[in-house]
C-alpha cells in the first residue's frame, strides 16, 4: 500500500508570485484535504476534495485554491503569494466510507516566501 | 466554537508514563484523534475514539474521553526516548464543513534518558 507523497520537498518563492502543490492520495483513498502549518502552530484545514468536488473550506482567502484529478491527486495553487504564506503544507487523505474518517498524512512541502 | 487546547510542553524521563491532556468545544465532534509529530516530518496518526466511547487502549497508548468535560488525554506507558516528539490532538467537525480536522497547538513531549 503507498502512503500520501507531496512534491516539492521545498520551495522558495518571491512576494507575488504564484505556486503550486502536489499531492497523491493514498491508495484506495479518494478524498484530500490541504492544510497549512505555520511555525509552532498546529495545522489549519484549507480545503477538502471529493471526487473531484471542492468538499468543504477553512477561512482561506480564494487565492487559495486547489483541484482535484480523476486518478484522485490533488493540487494546491496558492496566487500573489504573501510572507505569512510561509509555512509547511500538509496534504492528507481519506477514506469516507471508514466511519472513523482518519485521515491520513503526507510529509508536507516546506515553502518559504521572501 | 472550534477550538481546541494543549498544554505546550511536558518532560519525562525514560521508561516513566506520560499523560497528554486536551481540551476541546465542540460536543458535536464524533471523532477525536491524536497525532505525532517529528522535526520536519508530516503527522502519523497514533490514535482515535468514537465521541461515545470513554477509554481506548492500544499497545503503549490508552486514551481517555470525558466528554461532560470535553477533555481527552493521551497516556504513552513505558516512554521512550523515540517518543520524543509533537502531539497533536484533533477533532472531527461536522460533515458540511467537509470533514475537516481541527488540531491543538500542540504538545511538546521531551524524554530524558
Known amino acids: 500500500e503507498t502512503g500520501v507523497t507531496q512534491s516539492p520537498t521545498h520551495l522558495i518563492k518571491t512576494r507575488g508570485q504564484q505556486v503550486t502543490l502536489r499531492c497523491s492520495s493514498q491508495?484506495?483513498?479518494?478524498?484530500v484535504s490541504w492544510y497549512q502549518q505555520a511555525l509552532g502552530q498546529g495545522p489549519q484545514f484549507i480545503f477538502q476534495?471529493?471526487?473531484?468536488?471542492?468538499?468543504g473550506r477553512g477561512n482561506f482567502p480564494p487565492r487559495f485554491s486547489g483541484l482535484q484529478f480523476p486518478n484522485y491527486s490533488s493540487e494546491l495553487n496558492v496566487n500573489a503569494l504573501e510572507l505569512d504564506d510561509s509555512a509547511l503544507y500538509l496534504c492528507?487523505?481519506?477514506?469516507?466510507?471508514?466511519?472513523?474518517?482518519?485521515?491520513?498524512f503526507g510529509p508536507g512541502t516546506r515553502l518559504t516566501v521572501t | 466554537g472550534e477550538d481546541v487546547e494543549q498544554s505546550l510542553f511536558l518532560s519525562v524521563r525514560e521508561g516513566d508514563s506520560s499523560v497528554i491532556n486536551c481540551t476541546y468545544t465542540?460536543?458535536?465532534?464524533?471523532?477525536l484523534y491524536w497525532y505525532k509529530q517529528e522535526p520536519g516530518a508530516g503527522l502519523q496518526l497514533l490514535t482515535y475514539?468514537?465521541?461515545?466511547?470513554d477509554m481506548k487502549q492500544d499497545q503503549r497508548l490508552t486514551v481517555l474521553l470525558n466528554k461532560k468535560d470535553k477533555h481527552l488525554s493521551l497516556r504513552i506507558a513505558d516512554t521512550q526516548t523515540g517518543d520524543s516528539a509533537i502531539y497533536f490532538c484533533a477533532e472531527s467537525m461536522s460533515q458540511n464543513a467537509g470533514n475537516m480536522l481541527t488540531f491543538g497547538g500542540g504538545t511538546r513531549l521531551m524524554v530524558k534518558p
Open positions: 492528507a487523505s481519506s477514506d469516507p466510507d471508514r466511519p472513523s474518517y482518519e485521515q491520513y
Open positions: 491508495s484506495g483513498h479518494n478524498t
Open positions: 475514539i468514537f465521541s461515545n466511547m
Open positions: 476534495y471529493y471526487r473531484e468536488e471542492e468538499n
Open positions: 465542540d460536543s458535536s465532534s464524533t471523532y
